[in-house]
């Protein structure tokens, strides 16, 4: 089945420990997301990359890392620097880059929890 | 980046009851985009908007772009309950402006029915 999947549903972290979240998709989409949402919030752009070799900051951006070496890969690495990683994080792809007319669909999600 | 108004926040109403919410902003949008969140999973797309004046319907859902363009409202008729989940709307502003991604979330209206 075509899809974005996610892994792990469910990961702990240790304070100063940095943890990778997976997102792999099948559906030939140029344009990768990842979103942060907490509790009684929407949702809030890490990063996103428009095409391979390439991505660019969002909103939340601070204590997150990324990579685009493969079309459809893009895992995001939450580093010890966040200093408030527990949240529910979510990948989404489109066909071309949201401003360019595309509609997003999402994975579904991973829970981040710190102890 | 900056968030829609959605409301209600939350609605309790009974099974078959038929719901109504919306997003409002100050700004204008070139598309509208209903979510539907199911506990612990990632947002599923239920209906795009991408004209001022566009009424679209899916099953018992249907939703509106305002003639304003800063506003769009989803409709349930005849509720049931797998209807119970969150709905979010997100809003596109095209090439000029928005978040980095183009996209602004409500908060979500969290939808529970009684039997």
């Known amino acids: 089945d075509g899809g974005i999947t996610q892994s792990p549903k469910y990961l702990f972290r240790k304070e100063g420990q940095n943890v990778t979240l997976s997102c792999e998709q099948n559906?030939?989409?140029?344009?990768m997301y990842w979103y942060r949402q907490d509790p009684g919030q929407g949702l809030r752009l890490i990063y996103y990359?428009?095409?391979?070799?390439?991505?660019q900051k969002g909103d939340i951006a601070e204590g997150y890392s990324v990579s685009r070496e493969k079309k459809e890969s893009f895992p995001l690495t939450v580093t010890s620097a966040q200093k408030n990683p527990t949240a529910f994080y979510l990948c989404?792809?489109?066909?071309?880059?949201?401003?360019?007319?595309?509609?997003?669909?999402f994975g579904e999600g991973s829970w981040l929890t710190v102890v | 980046g900056q968030q829609l108004n959605q409301s209600p926040q939350s609605m309790f109403i009974q099974e078959g009851e038929d719901v109504s919410m919306n997003c409002t902003s100050s700004s204008i949008f070139n598309t509208w985009l209903w979510y539907k969140q199911d506990p612990g999973e990632g947002p599923v797309l239920l209906i795009a908007l991408y004209k001022a004046g566009e009424l679209t319907s899916n099953g018992r859902l249907t939703a509106q772009f305002g003639i304003t363009r800063k506003d769009s409202f989803l409709n349930i008729s005849a509720s049931i309950p797998s209807d119970v989940g969150i709905y979010f709307c997100?809003?596109?502003?095209?090439?000029?402006?928005?978040?980095?991604?183009?996209?602004?979330f409500g908060k979500g209206t969290h939808l529970i029915i009684q039997p």
């Open positions: 997100a809003g596109r502003r095209g090439y000029s402006g928005g978040g980095a991604d183009g996209l602004t």
């Open positions: 559906l030939n989409h140029d344009a």
């Open positions: 989404a792809s489109s066909t071309g880059g949201v401003l360019s007319g595309n509609t997003i669909y």
């Open positions: 990359s428009q095409i391979v070799n390439d991505f």
